[in-house]
């Protein structure tokens, strides 16, 4: 009989199932409801931040040192899985490990240039600057008008540019979701183990 061990503890189950749902109602809610998509933002930044620390202080299969691959072990896990012979891991596999890097930092990426975004067309959020007082003088009227014409060029070139960085990132994410699901269906299959059943109960099966 195979022995059961508490793998995954009550903080990262909390934060990958309320990742998932904040992910989703942030990516639907986009061109829908702002509010929602700023708060939904915010929550998702929020919880890279904790799990950034866990990821140091919390216990020890949710700690980097645990999972975080070396290029030879990575190289090594690709290899055994090609042969059909995959070690099995109680923690994340080296390539469960990557993506976890992976997802943290464009989660990072993708919540920092929407701030960004909110703060160009908005001014509003944590990265808005604070506002700015022109006087005028009726001598450089017209030199001042040129110079508000340059401003506001420059601020919709860096508006398309935050746009474009956002999106890019949105999209990126998307993939590397679906490459997450994958690996998570290919690796529950080829170890016979349910690891969405794990990440609900925080228990693995002992090998």
Do not use: C
């Not at 994340?92 to 993708?110: D, E, K, Q, R, S």
């Not at 808005?128 to 340059?150: E, F, T």
């Not at 999209?171 to 080829?190: D, K, R, T, Y």
């Amino acid at each position: 009989m195979s022995e059961k061990v508490y793998v995954w503890d009550k903080f990262v189950r909390l934060f990958h199932w309320s990742l998932v749902v904040l992910f989703l109602i942030s990516y639907l809610s986009a061109e829908e409801v702002e509010w929602l998509h700023v708060y939904s933002g915010y929550a998702i930044a929020g919880l890279v931040v904790l799990r950034v620390i866990w990821g140091v202080i919390g216990s020890q299969y949710a700690r980097f040192t645990d999972f975080v691959p070396s290029i030879s072990s990575a190289k090594a896990y690709i290899v055994a899985i090609r042969s059909g012979k995959p070690g099995h891991y109680l923690g994340h596999n080296p390539l469960g490990g990557l993506m976890v890097i992976a997802l943290l930092v464009m989660l990072t990426l993708t919540t920092l240039s929407g701030m960004k975004l909110y703060a160009v067309e908005e001014g509003k959020g944590p990265l808005a600057g604070g506002a700015q007082i022109q006087l005028l003088s009726p001598v450089y009227a017209d030199d001042d008008h040129d110079k508000r014409h340059d401003n506001h060029n420059e601020e919709g070139e860096g508006n398309e540019l935050w746009q474009a960085l956002h999106e890019l990132s949105v999209n990126l994410m998307l993939l590397l979701i679906f490459l997450h699901v994958a690996g998570v269906v290919i690796s529950s299959w080829i170890h016979n183990e349910s690891l969405i059943k794990a990440m609900l109960s925080g228990y693995k099966e002992k090998r």
